[in-house]
C-alpha cells in the first residue's frame, strides 16, 4: 500500500467515525420523536440504505488497494474540498433540525415544520450533501467504480423510494397532522 492510499484509508475510516456519530444522535432523536408518539414512515427501505452507505465506505477502501488507483492532486484536492463542504451542509441540516434530524423519517404529532438553515433554501439538502459525498469520497483516489456505482444506487433509492416517503409525509404535516 502506498503513502497516499494509507491515507486515503485513514480518511475513509475518519469518515466512517463521522457516520457513527451521526448514527448515535439520529437514534438519541428516534427515541424522543417516538416517546412524543412520532411514527416512521417508509421503515423497509432503511435497511436498503444502510447496506449502501457501508458498502460506499467498504467500496472505496477496496477499490483503491485491491485496483491500486493512483492519486491524482488535480481531481483528490478539489473532490477533498467538496467532500469537506458535503460534511459542513450535512451538520447544518443536522443542526437546523435539531432534535427532528433522524436517520429515518418519523413523523411527531404538532411537531413544526422546520424551514431555517438550509431548508429555507432547498427542499431536500441533507440529499445534496449524500449525493456530493458519494461522488468526493471515491474521487479523492480515484475509485470512479465506487463514485458511479454508488451515485446510480443512491440516485433509485433517493429519487425512487425515500424522497416520495419523505414528500408524502411533509404532506401529511402541511395537512395541520404532524412533522416528519
Not at 469537506?84 to 404529532?109: D, E, F, K, M, Q
Not at 416517503?165 to 404532524?178: F, P
Amino acid at each position: 500500500m502506498s503513502g497516499s492510499q494509507g491515507a486515503y484509508v485513514g480518511l475513509v475510516l475518519l469518515v466512517g467515525v463521522a457516520r457513527l456519530v451521526e448514527l448515535r444522535v439520529a437514534s438519541r432523536n428516534l427515541a424522543r420523536g417516538r416517546a412524543r408518539g412520532g411514527v416512521e414512515h417508509g421503515a423497509g427501505h432503511y435497511p436498503v440504505m444502510v447496506v449502501l452507505h457501508a458498502a460506499l465506505l467498504v467500496g472505496c477502501i477496496a477499490e483503491v488497494t485491491l485496483a491500486d488507483r493512483p492519486f491524482l492532486p488535480w481531481l483528490g484536492w478539489p473532490m477533498l474540498g467538496l467532500l469537506v463542504a458535503a460534511h459542513v451542509l450535512r451538520w447544518w441540516c443536522v443542526r437546523s433540525l435539531g432534535p427532528a434530524w433522524t436517520t429515518r423519517v418519523l413523523v411527531v404529532p404538532g411537531a413544526p415544520l422546520v424551514t431555517s438553515g438550509p431548508y429555507r433554501l432547498l427542499r431536500h439538502p441533507n440529499y445534496v450533501a449524500v449525493a456530493a459525498e458519494g461522488v468526493a469520497l471515491p474521487l479523492v483516489h480515484t475509485a470512479w467504480l465506487t463514485a458511479l456505482v454508488f451515485t446510480v444506487v443512491n440516485a433509485v433509492l433517493l429519487l425512487g423510494v425515500r424522497i416520495p416517503v419523505e414528500e408524502r409525509a411533509l404532506r401529511s404535516v402541511s395537512a395541520g397532522r404532524s412533522h416528519p
